[in-house]
């Protein structure tokens, strides 16, 4: 096959995605390599226009005050290490493994629910025992991961309704899980609440990214996705380094 026709279906994926779309045919990483940058040529056209229009060159963003406050070495480990890692366990992980689908919907809403009131802000600088107390206030959605997960493996009624969700609407799935990833990254940006309708198209690189990764998720393994995810934070962070360096240069 080309790299057109192998295009043509993660094209097909997203038109009716599906729990188990040839994971019996996964891509080699040349393959995976290949069509994330065809992905990334699309998030550009479609976001470069969008972004001179909306002026986003001069948002305070949320990369900007990590830069100042960490070494470049730091802040490469955290973009492309921990924070691949650490998000595709959390935004993709249950699209291939069916006890998290309701633990993920049930996390998401809920902490979209303390993200946006802003119950759910911790000062790592602050000490223990304030960011102890504010981990608590998630303790009832902790305790409702262990009977999720126990309701799972005990109660076969439980494990068929989840079965028959993953069956007929992973679509859906498949999709609210790509825009709460997307929409979670609109807090990199500095908003005022005037400002809020401009979330959709803030974040429509991220929603972009986020289809692909869901569809190499499903396709091949998390490993895989976390390689894309990886890939796609290095790239303007050494674009950045390099541009950087110039300035400092000159």
């Known amino acids: 096959m080309t790299i057109v026709d192998h295009f ?22 040349r393959v995976v390599t290949i069509i994330y940058f065809m992905v990334f040529a699309i998030e550009m056209l479609l976001f470069i226009p969008v972004s ?34 650490a998000e595709e366990l959390l935004f993709r992980l249950h699209l291939k493994y069916k006890p998290l689908i309701w633990l993920y919907f049930l996390i998401m809403l809920s902490s979209l629910f303390f993200l946006i009131s802003g119950q759910a802000s911790v ?15 998630f303790a009832p959605f902790f305790a409702s991961m262990v ?9 076969p009624a439980i494990r068929n309704s989840i079965g028959s969700l993953v069956r007929s609407d992973f679509a859906a799935i498949f999709y609210i899980t790509a825009w709460v990833f997307a929409f979670v990254h609109v807090f990199n940006f500095e908003l005022d609440s005037a400002s809020w309708y401009l979330t959709p198209l803030l974040v429509l690189p991220q929603f972009i990214l986020a289809l692909y990764l869901g569809y190499i998720r499903v396709r091949n393994t998390i490993f895989h996705s976390m390689y894309v995810h990886a890939l796609n934070n290095c790239i303007p962070l050494i674009l950045l380094k390099i541009a950087t360096s110039a300035t400092g240069i000159q």
């Open 8 to 29: 043509k279906e993660f094209l097909g994926f997203l038109r009716y995605p599906s729990f188990d779309y040839k994971s019996d045919q996964p891509l080699n990483m």
């Open 52 to 85: 001179s229009v909306l002026g986003i060159e001069s948002m305070p963003h949320a990369m900007e005050a990590v830069m100042d406050d960490y070494t470049f070495f730091q802040v490469f480990i955290l973009a492309v290490v921990i924070a691949p890692i």
């Open 123 to 137: 000062d790592l600088h602050s000490g223990p025992e304030i960011i102890i107390n504010k981990l608590l206030q």
């Open 147 to 155: 009977l999720i997960f126990l309701g799972y493996f005990l109660v």
